[in-house]
């Protein structure tokens, strides 16, 4: 078997199709399925089962696809690592983030970033949730993640780097706007906002919800915080979001007012990488440039 193989085999496992794979790296079906039948000759079990839209990997199949993913990824990371040691301080720093990320924990990281490291550029992917960043991580050459931090994934590091407390995010003539704190139960018969469906700051608040014995019901969903904020802005609901830095709390930013809710255990972010050990230099103070922007930040609020 050849490492061509076993890269085509993961890129099949995750497509769910031979014929995404062959368009994806402009050859034949056909060239896909012989790298496939080699890992088959060579492991001597059946890897791939055909379905009648697409292929699933066999339960030898997922064994290969985990093992193999991981070994790719470390690989890649280490040439990465070598090409950088020759050329110095130059290179890249590739991460992935959500849609309000860069502005909301990372905007005077970048800046300070830039003037240590003028050589070094930012290349930033935008993903939908941290699922997904923990997906690219796995799957490509990037360095880190900025990511709402949950249960631990296998092959990935996470670390936490700040906390964010809950806040109600209301418009400024409602009548909760003028209280120095709400307590969750007293949401309960309200309609919210809801955040994005199947993320982790969703499934993280649930589950504060859950220890406090509370539930919430929401009429409205979003696709990130920010548009939470600018709904209950607009007086078009009430939202439980995180208090992102440079919001004050309780906060005061036109006709929004943010309300604390210290009786919800508090939201983790941070950043999630393959190995730490094996991060560039520049990536590496990349990700503590960010940290120390958000300490500072932090104690200024």
Do not use: Y
């Not at 995750?14 to 790296?25: D, I, Q, W």
């Not at 548009?227 to 930013?253: I, N, Q, S």
Request: with cysteine; net charge neutral.
């Amino acid at each position: 078997m050849t490492l061509d193989d076993l890269r085509v085999f993961v890129a099949v496992c995750r497509a769910g199709s031979l014929s995404a794979v062959a368009r994806e790296l402009d050859c034949t079906q056909s060239a896909v399925s012989q790298h496939v039948k080699r890992l088959e000759r060579e492991t001597g079990v059946s890897l791939l089962e055909r379905q009648p839209r697409g292929v699933v990997p066999t339960r030898a199949g997922r064994v290969l696809e985990a093992a193999a993913a991981e070994g790719i990824a470390g690989l890649d990371l280490a040439l990465r690592r070598l090409r950088e040691m020759v050329d110095g301080e130059s290179g890249s720093v590739r991460v992935a983030t959500g849609a309000t990320t860069v502005r909301h924990f990372m905007a005077d990281a970048v800046v300070a970033f830039r003037r240590q490291h003028p050589r070094v550029s930012l290349e930033f992917r935008t993903e939908s949730s941290s699922r997904a960043c923990f997906d690219a991580l796995a799957d490509s050459t990037l360095d880190l993640a900025w990511i709402t931090l949950g249960a631990p994934v296998r092959g990935i590091e996470q670390r936490s780097v700040r906390e964010l407390p809950w806040v109600l995010a209301v418009r400024a003539d409602d009548p909760l706007a003028a209280r120095s704190s709400v307590e969750a139960a007293e949401l309960q018969d309200l309609r919210l906002i809801r955040l994005p469906p199947n993320s982790t700051s969703a499934a993280h608040l649930d589950a504060a919800c859950a220890e406090l014995g509370v539930r919430f019901a929401f009429d409205t969903s979003v696709a990130d915080w920010d548009t939470a904020l600018l709904l209950a802005e607009l007086g078009l609901g009430r939202a439980v979001v995180p208090a992102l830095p440079g919001l004050p709390v309780p906060g005061d930013r036109g006709d929004l007012r943010l309300v604390p809710l210290p009786g919800l255990r508090p939201l983790s972010v941070g950043w999630a990488v393959r190995r730490w050990e094996a991060l560039s230099p520049p990536a590496r103070a990349f990700a503590d440039t960010v940290a120390e922007s958000c300490r500072d930040t932090a104690a200024h609020d």
